[in-house]
Antibody
Framework: QVQLQESGPGLVKPSETLSLTCTVSGGSISSYFWSWIRQSPGRGLEWIGYVYYSGSTNYNPSLKSRVIISVDTSKNQFSLQLTSVTAADTAMYYC????????????????WGQGTLVTVSS | DIQMTQSPSSLSASVGDRVTITCRASQSISTYLNWYQQKPGKAPKLLIYAASSLQSGVPSRFSGSGSGTDFTLTISSLQPEDFATYYCQQSYSTPFTFGPGTKVDIE
């Protein structure tokens, strides 16, 4: 059973870069896609983007200019970098497995990590 | 972007009640619709994928239906552990988007 765990600073200063890592256990990262999702009272659940183990990515256009999602297969980890953060980026950040079904049943997020709260404040 | 709406935004119900939550997409998404349950302080958990397929391990009292723009999540007999917030999510096109949630609490 795949499990995910987010890690990273809980406090980031405005204009700086938010950096989080998700460690995958119980399975190889060299399968599936891997995603970041955030949740805040004002924005609800917001998909940030996903990365394939090969390194190919897909980002939410609303964040695309500030986001980099990368994968490190040697460590079974993937990471999120969000630049030039503001208070609006304060949120609970989740990593999740993005499962894509080739039989055209669609795609979904499962499982999710427990989440990590990131606050943007000076 | 595809906008997702849910109704009601909240509801009160009793154990044993049949509960229905509606999700609507701003354009047709076929059956590319998922449902998640979130309890306070926890991450969302997948309940239903592809509009009507029950995720492994999820109790059979949960069911989903719909296609196109209108979808429904039904809990046939509400249990104490089902009090939570429920979200729909479209996977038809990126950016993937979620509904605002429906909070189910105890009447």
């Amino acid at each position: 059973q795949v499990q995910l765990q987010e890690s990273g600073p809980g406090l980031v200063k405005p204009s700086e870069t938010l950096s989080l890592t998700c460690t995958v256990s119980g399975g190889s990262i060299s399968s599936y896609f891997w995603s970041w999702i955030r949740q805040s009272p004002g924005r609800g659940l917001e998909w940030i983007g996903y990365v394939y183990y090969s390194g190919s990515t897909n980002y939410n256009p609303s964040l695309k200019s500030r986001v980099i999602i990368s994968v490190d297969t040697s460590k079974n980890q993937f990471s999120l970098q969000l630049t030039s953060v503001t208070a609006a980026d304060t949120a609970m950040y989740y990593c999740a497995t993005y499962y894509y079904d080739n039989s055209a049943a669609g795609s979904w997020f499962d499982p999710w990590g427990q989440g990590t709260l990131v606050t943007v404040s000076s | 972007d595809i906008q997702m709406t849910q109704s009601p935004s909240s509801l009160s119900a009793s154990v044993g009640d049949r509960v229905t939550i509606t999700c609507r997409a701003s354009q047709s998404i076929s059956t590319y619709l998922n449902w998640y349950q979130q309890k306070p302080g926890k991450a969302p958990k997948l309940l239903i994928y592809a509009a009507s397929s029950l995720q492994s391990g999820v109790p059979s009292r949960f069911s989903g239906s719909g296609s196109g723009t209108d979808f429904t999540l039904t809990i046939s007999s509400l249990q104490p552990e089902d009090f939570a917030t429920y979200y729909c999510q479209q996977s038809y096109s990126t950016p993937f988007t979620f509904g605002p949630g429906t909070k189910v609490d105890i009447e």
